[in-house]
């Protein structure tokens, strides 16, 4: 594969081009990839957050991305377009729900222009918010909702209960303490990135990616090129091609030029 094959580029935001050691984003690494789109090479962020967490850290203030790949590949959207939606059935939500707060627990459910809470906000909502920079959404209603993914606010200590208790088909992937996301019939960014690369008849040659973190696995496995930030797991380095340097030296910038592709 040469450089020059490179369409495409996939990249993460926590801990790939948003530092949170330092509570910034990677001003020289987005620069990077606004460079390799005046290339022609088109720029997807592809990350675990729906849109409108996206929104609210700014990025979209500092770049204008070709689209994005939301909630672990559950949204796809092309020039500010919808493609693809992931919609938890409503049996599935009903029953979700119904466990959520038989325990007194809240969760987050996305929708494609939002979010919202199913109950008030408490000390496992706080503890994840406090982390993750983002506002706190409404309590609203979920009832008849194209819900595209779940975030459940909830203790270790009580997963394993909770978990005998959802519908058949609900999996989990916690990423904190107080946070779990919540799939039915389970979904990756490697989802995502099949979705878009199909809309453009790209090759998986024809792409690269950026990434640090478990979740970003598939789509590395997904992607001609996997770029691995030096402050990412170690298991997320052994499915990439390369590791780059951490994410406060610029790493997506030191491979973007290390590959030729700016």
């Not at 500010?80 to 009903?94: A, C, E, S």
């Not at 959802?166 to 946070?179: I, L």
């Not at 001609?224 to 499915?239: H, T």
Request: aromatic share 12%; net charge neutral.
């Amino acid at each position: 594969m040469k450089n020059k094959d490179i369409k495409i580029i996939f990249v993460d935001i926590d801990w790939t081009i948003l530092d949170h050691k330092n509570h910034r984003f990677d001003i020289k690494s987005i620069k990077a990839l606004k460079r390799a789109q005046q290339r022609g090479v088109k720029v997807f962020i592809c990350t675990a957050r729906p849109f409108h967490s996206v929104s609210q850290t700014g990025l979209f203030n500092l770049i204008k991305p070709d689209g994005c790949v939301y909630a672990n590949g559950a949204m796809v959207t092309i020039d500010n377009k919808v493609i693809y939606k992931n919609i938890i059935p409503l049996d599935v939500l009903y029953g979700v729900a119904e466990t959520t707060l038989k325990y007194n627990l809240t969760m987050e459910c996305t929708l494609e222009d939002g979010r919202i809470l199913i109950a008030p906000k408490d000390e496992y909502v706080d503890a994840c918010f406090s982390v993750f920079y983002e506002e706190m959404p409404e309590v609203g209603d979920y009832h008849d909702k194209e819900v595209v993914s779940i975030l459940l606010f909830a203790p270790k200590h009580l997963e394993q209960q909770m978990k005998e208790e959802m519908p058949k088909g609900v999996e989990w992937a916690r990423f904190h303490d107080s946070g779990v996301d919540v799939y039915y019939k389970k979904h990756t960014k490697a989802d995502g990135v099949k979705v878009v690369l199909d809309h453009y008849g790209y090759l998986k040659e024809n792409s690269m990616s950026f990434g640090d973190d478990y979740g970003d696995i598939p789509m590395f496995e997904s992607t001609g090129i996997s770029v691995c930030m030096n402050n990412g797991k170690d298991k997320a380095k052994e499915y990439s091609s390369f590791t780059t340097k951490n994410v406060w030296e610029s790493g997506v910038k030191y491979a973007l030029k290390l590959y030729k592709i700016i």
